[in-house]
Nanobody, 123 residues
Framework: QVQLVESGGGLVQAGGSLRLSCAASGRTFRNYAMGWFRQAPGKEREFVATISWSGGNTYYADSGKDRFTISRDNARDTVYLQMNSLRPEDTAVYYC????????????????WGQGTQVTVSP
């Protein structure tokens, strides 16, 4: 099994930046595609970004293009989401997820999930 723990969320003013981290433990982390998703109250969980096991392929939702960057450090079993130019509409709980397959934008295809970390962007 794989355990995921997110950190780095918090309160930030519009235009500011945050870097989220996702620490993984368990069986071989480097063979898992990783994703970031977010969910605001009363809304569906939505795709944010994903990265292949090697880090060679990355994909972003339109909402985060040119503002967010996903990366991974397999030696440290950690995935990051760098978020710049944050907007109030980015406010949500952000979740890290892993799957033993290629990248996907669908949350239903991921096998493991972290507990989430709150990101709040003030106007």
């Amino acid at each position: 099994q794989v355990q995921l723990v997110e950190s780095g969320g918090g309160l930030v003013q519009a235009g500011g930046s945050l870097r989220l981290s996702c620490a993984a433990s368990g069986r071989t982390f480097r063979n898992y595609a990783m994703g970031w998703f977010r969910q605001a109250p009363g809304k569906e969980r939505e795709f944010v970004a994903t990265i292949s096991w090697s880090g060679g392929n990355t994909y972003y939702a339109d909402s985060g293009k040119d503002r967010f960057t996903i990366s991974r450090d397999n030696a440290r079993d950690t995935v990051y989401l760098q978020m710049n130019s944050l907007r109030p509409e980015d406010t949500a709980v952000y979740y890290c997820a892993a799957r033993a397959a290629g990248t996907s934008q669908s949350p239903t295809l991921y096998d493991y999930w972290g507990q989430g970390t709150q990101v709040t962007v003030s106007p």
